[in-house]
């Protein structure tokens, strides 16, 4: 147990549809990473927060946000779904700043949009 | 385009054999990082490596950085059913705060 916890563990929607990830980092982490993890491209880093604030950004889509709040849990929300968008999405929690830090995956979250 | 490479894509073999597993780009990296994903859950953290030439050892797993930190590679000695699963390398490029993840290696070791 990496002390990461995402939820909801499956999530089966439909095209054009929002939904919203949920992620609580582990006791002391203040950084909260997003990724998605497809077959075909792996494991791609989406977005980052480090104590509320947006840190850096990757291959996130202007269709998603996320954000994190002051209890530094947090969301990552999908709009206007797609096909496309049925993979794993992971949250990992780290005490550092940077992404060179150690990384602490949770048990992710599989999008399954119809 | 993809920075990190990792082979074979598919590994299956017999209980009690070793294998090597590769991670390999053209860019440097300031550490590289190796992690195990099993079915169902997220990727777990085996090791960083940060010093070219760098070799660590985890019981049977031995990981070594290049001299030059563009490449990585995975050995495992006497390979068992637990050693199953996706092995990924992860590398933190030297010109930004990018960590960059390959595909993996999906491992699966037969009683």
């Known amino acids: 147990d990496s002390g990461v916890t995402q939820t909801p563990k499956h999530l089966i929607t439909a095209t054009g549809q929002r939904v919203t990830l949920r992620c609580s980092p582990r006791?002391?982490?203040?950084?909260v990473y997003w990724y998605q993890q497809s077959l075909d491209q792996g494991l791609q880093f989406l977005i980052q927060?480090?104590?509320?604030?947006?840190?850096a950004k990757g291959n996130i889509l202007e269709r998603f946000s996320a954000q994190q709040f002051p209890d530094l849990h947090s969301e990552l929300n999908l709009s206007s779904l797609e096909l496309g968008d049925s993979a794993l999405y992971f949250c990992?929690?780290?005490?550092?700043?940077?992404?060179?830090?150690?990384?602490?995956f949770g048990p992710g979250t599989r999008l399954l949009v119809l | 385009t993809q920075l990190l490479e990792q082979s074979p894509q598919f590994l299956s073999i017999q209980e009690g054999e070793n294998l090597t597993v590769y991670c390999n780009s053209s860019?440097?990296?300031?550490?590289l990082q190796w992690y195990r994903q099993e079915p169902g859950e997220g990727p777990v953290l085996l090791v960083t490596?940060?010093?070219?030439?760098e070799v660590k050892k985890l019981k049977r797993l031995t990981f070594q950085f290049g001299d030059a930190r563009k490449d990585s590679s995975l050995h495992i000695t006497a390979a068992q059913p637990g050693d199953t699963g996706l092995y990924l390398c992860?590398?933190?490029?030297?010109?930004?705060?990018?960590?960059?993840f390959g595909k993996g290696t999906r491992l699966h070791i037969l009683p």
């Open positions: 990992a929690s780290s005490v550092s700043p940077t992404r060179r830090g150690t990384q602490y």
């Open positions: 006791s002391g982490d203040l950084s």
């Open positions: 927060y480090y104590n509320g604030e947006e840190r």
């Open positions: 860019s440097v990296f300031s550490s």
């Open positions: 490596v940060v010093t070219g030439g």
């Open positions: 992860a590398g933190a490029l030297n010109r930004d705060d990018k960590i960059i």
